[in-house]
Nanobody
Framework: QVQLVESGGGLVQPGGSLRLSCAAS????????MGWYRQAPGKQRELVAT???????NYTDSVKGRFTISRDAAKNTVYLQMNSLSADDTATYYC?????????WGEGTLVTVSS
């Protein structure tokens, strides 16, 4: 059974940084797209960033220049480096890994930006 295990969330002050990690356990197969989504209280889940097999990346406008998505394809692990964090980034962050057959989700890791 495939599981995505996220880590790296927590409490950080405005202007600070965090690095999220998401590793797949089990036989996930060939992953085409890895990504991070987030959901703030009272809001819908939104795309934060994705990285495709060829290495191309996509970011939502609000995080461009501050967040960087990267991956270790051999380990089926995706990372999200988050810099210059603000209160607007407070949310539960979810990892997603998609194969041709299925889309897998992690359980989420909470990021709280507060002084």
């Amino acid at each position: 059974q495939v599981q995505l295990v996220e880590s790296g969330g927590g409490l950080v002050q405005p202007g600070g940084s965090l690095r999220l990690s998401c590793a797949a356990s089990g036989s996930i197969g060939s992953v085409n797209v890895m990504g991070w989504y987030r959901q703030a209280p009272g809001k819908q889940r939104e795309l934060v960033a994705t990285i495709h097999n060829g290495g191309s990346t996509n970011y939502t406008d609000s995080v461009k220049g501050r967040f960087t998505i990267s991956r270790d394809a051999a380990k089926n692990t995706v990372y999200l480096q988050m810099n210059s964090l603000s209160a607007d980034d407070t949310a539960t962050y979810y990892c997603n890994q998609r194969t041709k057959i299925w889309s897998y989700w992690g359980e989420g890791t909470l990021v709280t930006v507060s002084s």
